[in-house]
C-alpha cells in the first residue's frame, strides 16, 4: 500500500497561545472546512448529489466516499477516510512558539497532496480554533525523503516521495512478549471490560484489510488467510491504561460530541510472531477509530 506523509511545521502569531490540550479534532475540523472551501465549485454545495463528487479532492479526501462496486462494507454510506492525521500527544508544550503536526495519505488520495499544503496555509491566516489563533506556516518536509516539500516565500516545490507501508514481519516466531504504548487516544470497541491481546488484534485486521481493499493496489486487495486466536492465547503482564475523554463542537451534527480513548501502555504476552502483515504496518496507519483525528497513534516493541 502507497502513501506519502507530509510535516507541517508553523509558528504561532506572537505571543497567542490555543489553550488545548489535544490539536487532533481542532486541525481535523478546521481542515474540513478549508478543504471544502477550496475545492468546492458548485452553488448547492451538497457533496451527495454533485456531479463532481468522485474527483473532487474534498469528497476524495474527507467524506470516503466509496466506490459504487465495493464488496465491503456495503452497508455504510462512508468508508475510512484515506488519510491519517499524526499529531503530538496530549498534553505536549509548544517549543518556541513552533506548531507541528502530519498527515499521511494513502492510495490515490496521494495525488490531492497540495490541497492539504493550501487548506493549512490558509487557515493559518483565518485563524485556528474558538479563539482564531493565527499561525505563519513556515515549511512543510518529506520525513521520508528529508527534503522541503513547500517553503514560505519560496516558487520551489518538490513532490512528496511515495514509500510502502512497511509489512516486514520482524517479530520471532511463535509467542513473544510486547509492550504497546498508546501516544493518543486509542477508541476501541471491547468485548470484555478491559483491553486484551485478542481486541488488539482484531483492530489490527480490520483496519489494515479496509485500508489495503479501498486504497491500495489490485494486488493488495486480495483477501489474506492469517490463523484464528482465541481469547485465552493472550496474557496481559501489565497495564497501565487510563481513560481520556474529548467533547468537542461538530459542525456537521450540530452539537457537542463526546470521544473516549484510552491513554498508556500495556505489556502482552501472545502469538505475536503469527499475527501477520497488520502488526508492521500498525504504527503507520493507526489503529481504532477516530483516526482522522488523530487518535489510534500505537507503537510497539518486543521485550522478550
Known amino acids: 500500500m502507497e502513501f506519502i506523509e507530509l510535516c507541517f511545521i508553523a509558528h504561532l502569531d506572537g505571543a497567542s497561545s490555543l489553550g488545548l490540550p489535544f490539536l487532533g479534532a481542532t486541525l481535523r475540523g478546521a481542515l474540513g472546512y478549508a478543504l471544502k472551501g477550496i475545492s468546492?465549485?458548485?452553488?448547492?454545495?451538497?457533496?451527495?448529489k454533485c456531479l463532481l463528487s468522485?474527483?473532487?479532492?474534498y469528497t476524495c479526501l474527507f467524506e470516503g466516499?466509496?466506490?459504487?462496486?465495493?464488496?465491503?462494507?456495503?452497508k455504510y454510506p462512508t468508508v475510512p477516510q484515506p488519510f491519517v492525521l499524526v499529531v503530538p500527544p496530549i498534553g505536549s508544550p509548544l517549543t518556541n512558539g513552533?506548531?507541528?503536526?502530519?498527515?499521511?495519505?494513502?492510495?490515490?488520495?496521494?495525488?490531492h497532496w497540495p490541497y492539504l499544503v493550501y487548506a493549512y496555509q490558509k487557515i493559518g491566516e483565518q485563524g485556528l480554533g474558538k479563539n482564531r489563533v493565527r499561525y505563519a506556516m513556515e515549511e512543510v518536509i518529506d520525513p521520508i525523503s528529508h527534503r522541503v516539500v513547500w517553503k514560505a516565500e519560496s516558487s520551489t516545490i518538490h513532490e512528496p516521495q511515495p514509500s510502502c507501508i512497511s509489512t516486514v514481519h520482524a517479530l520471532p516466531e511463535g509467542n513473544c512478549v510486547l509492550r504497546w504504548v498508546f501516544h493518543t487516544p486509542l477508541k476501541l470497541r471491547l468485548d470484555g471490560e478491559e483491553l486484551t491481546g485478542l481486541d488488539l488484534v482484531l483492530a489490527g485486521r480490520r483496519r489494515y484489510e479496509i485500508m489495503r481493499y479501498f486504497y491500495g493496489s489490485p494486488n493488495?486487495?486480495?483477501p489474506i488467510d492469517e490463523p484464528r486466536f482465541d481469547e485465552r492465547d493472550f496474557v496481559t503482564h501489565d497495564a497501565r491504561i487510563k481513560r481520556w475523554d474529548l467533547r468537542r463542537f461538530s459542525g456537521r451534527q450540530k452539537q457537542l460530541v463526546e470521544f473516549y480513548g484510552l491513554l498508556g501502555e500495556i505489556v502482552i504476552e501472545g502469538p505475536?510472531?503469527?499475527c501477520g502483515a497488520w502488526l508492521p504496518a500498525v504504527s503507520t496507519l493507526h489503529l481504532g477509530k477516530a483516526i482522522s483525528f488523530g487518535f489510534g497513534q500505537v507503537t510497539w516493541e518486543v521485550l522478550s
Not at 54 to 57: D, F, G, L, Y
Not at 65 to 74: A, T, Y
Open 40 to 48: 468546492c465549485q458548485v452553488k448547492h454545495g451538497q457533496c451527495q
Open 54 to 57: 468522485q474527483v473532487c479532492p
Open 65 to 74: 466516499l466509496p466506490s459504487l462496486d465495493r464488496q465491503i462494507m456495503r
Open 98 to 111: 513552533k506548531l507541528t503536526w502530519a498527515v499521511r495519505l494513502f492510495g490515490s488520495a496521494c495525488r
Open 220 to 222: 493488495d486487495a486480495a
Open 272 to 274: 505475536w510472531g503469527l
